[in-house]
């Protein structure tokens, strides 16, 4: 049964500091993984995906590695911002028949000006 | 081309009362999922439909819920009979048929009341 865990759980850093979030998981049998922001009282944003063959996606100043083998995959945020402060949430695609995600229980950001 | 439309976003609902909750998935999307938040967890899989066809159900409680994607029309998720427990964020994804990733709408909160 995949299990996907993130840590840490809460992090709060200053304004302009690069940061660094962290997923694993149990079973390297996934299709993909996506790394989604969820803002307070609101829906998932989708950021990067990384699909099983590749290794790192980047987007602006977010960039997501995936190591299989591992079970690992990060999210670096550069610079960050306020306004990047939410619930980063880390889910792996399921292989097996079922395309369901498999959620970690995220990390709460908190960027202070 | 809109996003995953959720409705409503919120909905009160007493102990005992039917639960429905509403989700259209983005244009040219067959694949929807349904996935349950409950405070303090991360999300939880629930169902996975295509067009008139329930592909997976592992998800579900097995009794209460129930879960259609119809030829026309939105995907519904029923509750009957609700119960406290029950209250939770619904989200609702939906995919392409040839591309795994997943687009979450903005989700529907239940409380019982």
């Known amino acids: 049964k995949q299990e996907v865990t993130q840590i840490p759980a809460a992090l709060s850093v200053p304004e302009g500091e690069n940061l660094v979030l962290n997923c694993s998981f149990t079973?390297?049998?996934?299709?993909?993984l996506q790394w989604f922001r969820q803002d307070p009282g609101k829906g998932l944003t989708s950021l990067l995906l990384?699909?099983?063959?590749?290794r790192e996606q980047t987007s602006g100043r977010l960039n997501a590695s995936l190591d299989k083998s591992s079970g690992r995959s990060t999210l670096y945020i550069a610079a960050s911002q306020p306004g990047d402060s939410a619930t980063y949430l880390c889910?792996?695609?399921?292989?097996?028949?079922?395309?369901?995600?498999?959620f970690g229980k995220g990390t709460k950001l908190t960027v202070n000006p | 081309n809109a996003g995953v439309m959720q409705n409503p976003r919120h909905l009160v609902r007493r102990r005992g009362q039917e639960a429905r909750l509403r989700c259209s998935p983005m244009?040219?999307?067959?694949?929807v999922y349904w996935y349950r938040q409950l405070p303090e967890e991360g999300l939880k899989f629930m169902v996975y439909?295509?067009?008139?066809?329930?592909?997976?159900e592992s998800g579900m409680p097995k009794e209460r819920f129930s879960a259609e994607f119809p030829k026309e029309g939105p995907s519904i998720l029923r509750i009957q009979q609700v119960v406290r427990g029950d209250s939770a964020a619904y989200f609702c994804?939906?995919?392409?048929?040839?591309?795994?990733?997943?687009?979450f709408g903005q989700g529907t909160r239940l409380t019982v009341v």
């Open positions: 994804a939906s995919s392409p048929p040839a591309n795994t990733e997943a687009f």
């Open positions: 079973d390297s049998a996934i299709y993909n």
């Open positions: 990384i699909q099983s063959s590749q």
């Open positions: 889910a792996a695609l399921e292989q097996g028949g079922s395309e369901k995600l498999v």
């Open positions: 244009k040219g999307h067959s694949h």
């Open positions: 439909l295509q067009k008139e066809n329930i592909i997976d």
